[in-house]
């Protein structure tokens, strides 16, 4: 969770702030440092001339007395914090002293001294020294006192009526204001950063919650949940982001769909191909197998004849007529097979026109006559009206003549076949009923499999080639209708459906 938290937004911001800020502070701190000292110098100057001014002004004024001045220089001295000295010639020549400090011999001793210094002979005292100078004149010095072992900054000069003034104000009070601001400049930085670094932490959050909206949704389209949507009303470049996302989502689930479409397409085309080359696998392994026997008999009955095995005319007709049975069989399994094939790739198209289904059965039922005798069947067609239907009359003759003959070969001997109409809706559905044995179960769905056989030596005998249930299949798909098979009771029932067409269109024909 630490890990995760240092690589935040949020994190790295306020990191970048508080190293901006510490960085700030200390070199302002450097700066401060190089110039404090000066601008307090300064500024303790301007308050001392500031003073002086006011204490000029004040021995100016006419008609004042010693206690009121006393007691001004007092309230100017506590307000500077600045020690007072003057000494003051009366009208009578006599010297007066105002002073709020008790160093006044030192404060004495400092005027000696920078009279001297500024003489730069030594000789003069100071009230020669000031008498040669203009009123009015004072001066900014710094003066170690070795007696106190201390360093004052002194402002000394006259007045206007001539009296000698001494300004003093301590270093060491001066060097603890230095110290107390930076002191105070330190405390007040290391605030400043910490209530940055908070603000910073707790604002930043404003910036950052879209951002990290953003990449959860980000995260959802990337497990291709284009419903994710960025919500936001901002309109700088979070807001554009933002924008730039849901485009890029649109556009990104648009292109998924096409190629999920192309991919969908090419998956079907390649089916389409696999299944195409298993059907020619499977019709080749087919058609050899089909075709082994009848040419196999061929070839034998055509070497038999050749080489003479048998010198009666009887058995040359038998293998005659063998040779003439198997290449018929195998011309109509070859027939059957082009027409599976023009149905199975739709190149057969189906022709619907609307015809006598009841019609077609009776004559087909008709040509099955003979089948029907020889397996000692009895038929059982009740229908006389007839039924009219929409559909390919051709392929239907197909189905229905598959159906029956299968009903016929399959049957039990002596046995039944049945066929029923049942009408329901606007469909008719077909059944094919022979009493006989039951398909089993395993084999109802495997039986229109082209070349499938249930039973492969009943097939045999009477010719049949397992693809007449497989073109049953074919037509009825390409009609739309449903087919199959089920047992029943005794037998076996196969059907299929057609769409009646209603009894006015045989009028509307008519007119």
């Known amino acids: 969770m630490i890990k995760r938290y240092k690589h935040s937004l ?29 601008f307090f110098l300064d500024e303790l100057k301007e308050r001392m001339q500031n003073m002086y001014t006011e204490i000029n002004n004040i021995f100016s004024t006419e008609g004042i007395g010693e206690d009121e001045i006393k007691d001004r220089l007092a309230k100017l001295a506590a307000k500077g914090e600045i020690n007072v000295f003057v000494l003051h010639i009366d009208e009578d020549g006599n010297k007066v002293i105002y002073s709020n400090t008790n160093e006044e011999g030192q404060m004495w001793e400092s005027m000696q001294s920078i009279a001297k210094l500024l003489e730069g002979k030594g000789e003069k005292n100071l009230e020669n020294f000031f008498a040669d100078n203009e009123k009015g004149y004072c001066i900014f010095h710094q003066n170690y006192v070795e007696e106190m072992n201390e360093t004052f900054y002194d402002l000394v000069g006259v007045l206007d009526d001539g009296s000698l003034i001494a300004l003093r104000s301590s270093s060491t009070r001066f060097n603890e204001s ?89 998956t079907k085309d390649i089916e389409e191909k696999t299944q195409i080359d298993e059907m020619r696998k499977e019709f080749l392994s087919h058609v050899s197998h089909e075709l082994k026997t009848p040419i196999a008999l061929i070839q034998g009955y055509a070497e038999g004849l050749k080489e003479n095995i048998s010198d009666d005319v009887e058995s040359r007709e038998f293998y005659c007529e063998v040779i003439m049975d198997e290449a ?87 046995g039944n076949v049945f066929i029923s109409l049942e009408e329901r809706d606007n469909l008719v559905r077909v059944n094919v009923y022979n009493e006989g044995n039951p398909i089993p ?29 497989s073109i049953v299949a074919a037509t009825m798909k390409q009609h739309g209708r449903a087919y199959g098979a089920y047992n029943k009771e005794k037998g076996v029932v196969f059907y299929f459906e057609l769409e009646l067409a209603k009894q006015h269109d045989n009028n509307d024909e008519n007119c």
């Open 328 to 414: 018929d069989r195998m011309n109509t399994m070859v027939k059957k097979l082009l027409t599976l094939n023009e149905l199975e790739f739709g190149t057969d198209k189906v022709n619907f026109e609307r015809f006598d289904l009841v019609e077609l059965m009776k004559n087909i039922n008709a040509s099955s006559e003979i089948l029907l005798q020889q397996n000692h069947l009895y038929l059982h067609f009740p229908y006389k009206e007839p039924v009219y239907v929409w559909a390919d009359e051709f392929m239907i003759e197909e189905v229905y003549t598959n159906y029956l003959t299968n009903a016929i070969h399959y049957a039990c001997e002596e």
């Open 10 to 38: 949020r994190f790295k911001l306020t990191m970048l702030l508080m190293i901006m800020m510490t960085l700030t502070v200390f070199c302002s701190l450097c700066v401060t440092q190089l110039f404090v000292k000066t």
């Open 441 to 469: 179960e395993e084999d109802l769905e495997k039986i229109w499999i082209k070349f499938y056989k249930v039973d492969k030596a009943r097939t045999r005998e009477y010719g049949g080639s397992g693809i007449g249930l």
């Open 178 to 266: 230095v110290l107390t601001t930076m002191r105070l400049y330190v405390y007040v930085g290391i605030a400043a950063i910490i209530v940055g670094c908070l603000a910073m932490f707790f604002a930043s959050s404003y910036y950052v919650r879209p951002i990290r909206e953003m990449a959860v949704m980000a995260k959802r389209m990337a497990q291709l949940d284009f419903d994710a949507k960025v919500v936001s009303k901002s309109k700088d470049e979070i807001g554009e982001l933002g924008n730039s996302i849901n485009s890029m989502s649109k556009e990104l689930e648009a292109t998924i769909s096409e190629l999920k479409t192309a991919n969908a397409k090419l």
